[in-house]
């Protein structure tokens, strides 16, 4: 069964890191693109990050560069979303994705793309 989890959501105060995790099970991530995607309460899904399953190459929303890095760990079947220096407007629902036609070397995080979603994780960033 095809799946993707995502973990590592909580509560956090501005300025705060947390760390997401996406794990998947019926497939390897090294196969396919994973992004990063969130959902604040009454706005559209936005991308957050994506990574390159050949090249490891990022790419990443302007509103998180520099404050966002995904990784991989293959091993572990595991793509990661490090977040720090959160801020309020990063609350929302996280969500990762498969892209599972991924591109040569680059990922996008336009969501038309990605095909296999899992069920989200709440981030809240609140004092």
């Known amino acids: 069964q095809l799946q993707l989890v995502e973990s590592g959501g909580g509560l956090v105060q501005p300025g705060g890191s947390l760390r997401l995790s996406c794990a998947a099970s019926?497939?390897?991530?090294?196969?396919?693109?994973i992004g990063w995607f969130r959902q604040a309460p009454g706005k559209e899904r936005e991308g957050v990050s994506c990574i390159n399953n050949r090249s490891n190459i990022t790419n990443s929303a302007d509103s998180v560069k520099g404050r966002f890095t995904m990784s991989r760990d293959n091993a572990k079947n595991t793509v990661y979303l490090q977040m720090n220096s959160l801020k309020p407007e990063d609350t929302g629902v996280y969500y990762c994705?498969?892209?599972?036609?991924?591109?040569?070397?680059?990922?996008?995080?336009?969501?038309?793309?990605?095909?296999?979603w899992g069920q989200g994780t709440q981030v809240t960033v609140s004092s």
């Open positions: 019926g497939f390897t991530l090294d196969s396919v693109a």
């Open positions: 994705a498969a892209d599972r036609r991924p591109l040569l070397s680059l990922c996008t995080i336009a969501k038309g793309r990605y095909d296999f």
